[in-house]
């Protein structure tokens, strides 16, 4: 999905940051896996336009933290949950 931002240079930064991991994993015949922020949500917080907030909640709640991570902390551990979750559905798909 196309990254939008309100601060152009800012966007641009972060797809080439993105563009980079891609490209090195991919070099080293690594999977890369793509989730849209709507999957994430939805898997995370049961709702698909869940706020960022929302988000940070449910991590804490579904890892058992004793806090709430930051936001990108909460960001990238909800991707890895979803990961989870949909990785471990397929696997039994194949079972």
């Not at 070099?27 to 989730?35: A, F, G, K, S, T």
């Not at 995370?44 to 706020?51: D, F, L, M, N, T």
């Not at 579904?62 to 806090?67: Q, S």
């Amino acid at each position: 999905d196309m990254f939008v931002d309100r601060n152009p240079r800012s966007a641009l930064k972060l797809g080439q940051a993105r563009g980079a991991a891609v490209v090195a994993a991919m070099h080293h015949r690594l999977p890369v896996y793509d989730y849209p922020a709507r999957l994430v949500k939805q898997t995370v917080a049961g709702y698909g336009q869940a706020e960022k907030s929302q988000v940070q909640h449910m991590v804490r709640t579904l890892l058992h933290l004793d806090a709430a991570p930051s936001r990108d902390a909460a960001d990238a551990l909800a991707v890895a949950i979803c990961h989870a979750h949909h990785t471990a559905f397929s696997r039994e798909d194949r079972l």
